[in-house]
């Protein structure tokens, strides 16, 4: 269950993101699928996950031999990752890396937003 800030809560803790940027010699980001899906790729974990889909898919067979189990991985629309477009976090990362801010960034994420960014 995603929970959400108070804006007074929000706005403390970017203050000292901002901070902790600004003091820091050598910023690296470390992302992964949670980057992503504002852009409309799904995660792997949430409700809609790709992992949480194939455990509910272990449990429901499509036919009734029940010999074919559903492949969230080809539930997921083939061109959703050419359709996305990055995100503001996409965005932001990467200026900060023009900026010579951002020293490294390490993702897991295969779908390519970071290098269009």
């Keep these: 269950r995603e929970t959400y800030d108070t804006k007074r809560s929000l706005k403390t803790k970017l203050n000292q993101l901002v901070k902790l940027v600004k003091e820091a010699k050598h910023l690296v980001a470390i ?3 949670g980057i ?3 852009s409309g790729i799904p995660d792997f974990r949430g409700p809609n996950g790709v992992w ?3 455990k509910e898919a ?3 067979k499509l036919d009734l031999k029940g010999d074919n189990t ?3 991985y080809k539930q997921m629309d083939p061109l959703c990752f050419e ?3 990055p995100s503001p976090t996409h965005d932001i990362l990467t200026q900060l890396h023009k900026d010579g801010i951002l020293k490294f960034l390490v993702s897991q994420n295969v779908d ?6």
């Excluded at 390519?112 to 960014?117: D, Y």
């Design 52 to 54: 949480t889909k194939e």
């Design 58 to 60: 272990e449990r429901k």
């Design 31 to 33: 992302t992964g699928a």
């Design 36 to 38: 992503s899906t504002s």
């Design 112 to 117: 390519g937003l970071h290098l269009r960014s």
């Design 83 to 85: 359709k996305a477009k």
């Design 70 to 72: 559903v492949d969230p």
